[in-house]
């Protein structure tokens, strides 16, 4: 892409034949903190040359392959804005549905205590005490620097919900119980290919696999699920697009009756649960 260096002009930006044009429009958006239509009437205006620089340092990384969600510094997740940092995952639409699959539960459960283990940003937690003000929800996450983002976003966003650093269930009081837990933990395995290609090669590992084959912190979870279920309590975790067997086994080992999957849009198994 070439520009008058004196005088960059917002046309030259928005046609940076590096990039798809919609990355292109949005990365502007975010520097000039302009909307489309506002950058659509200015095409031929000079901008700034600090914000051209800033462009183009943004656009260099997007080039590299670093996720626009990085950039940018926000994800939309179940019709609201969440910030995101290197810090957390990025938020995916098909995690939507254990949000979803939560809410429908506490339709008939409308002040029941809800525990998010392995929070993140705290999309999950955070959407369902949106969608259930009258829940108690509770969120934990191992990694402090990920609490300060689930914390940021339940703060912006209004959220009725607490906080706590600890690896599972090891950041709770011990008498703690819950109504319902759910849970997105890491589940690829170690060796995955995946973990080296497009986005995940810029996520946080320790939130994409347990570090061997998958299952570990599904079956830790579970595991320790009967000991903070109030009687009549479920549980639902997503999981991987073959792993719903396998879960639905270890649900049903750990004493969990009603054991069933649930498809994605994209018709995988993408969570299982259970209830005691």
Known sequence: MTCNVDRPILQAFLRDARLPRLEARMLLEHVLQKPRAWMLAHETDPIEPWQAQQYQVLATRRLAGEPMAYLLGHREFMGHDFAVTPDVLIPRPETELLVETALAWLAGHPEAAVLDLGTGSGVIAVSIALGAPQAAVTATDASAAALQVAVRNAARLGARADFAQGSWYDALPSR?????????????????????????????????????????????????????????????????????????????????????????????????????
Do not use: C, K
């Open 176 to 276: 703690a119980r819950y109504d319902l837990i759910v849970s997105n933990p890491p589940y690829i395995a170690n060796d995955d290919q995946h973990l080296g290609r497009g986005d995940l090669r810029f996520e946080p590992r320790s939130a994409l696999t347990d570090g061997a084959d998958g299952l570990r912190s599904l079956a830790a979870i579970i595991a320790g699920a009967a000991g903070r279920l109030r009687p009549g309590g479920a549980l639902w975790l997503e999981h991987g697009w073959d792993q719903a067997a396998a879960v639905r086994q270890l649900l049903a080992g750990a004493g969990f009756d009603h054991v069933t999957s649930q498809r994605d849009l994209s018709g995988i198994e993408r969570i299982s649960g259970g209830s005691l």
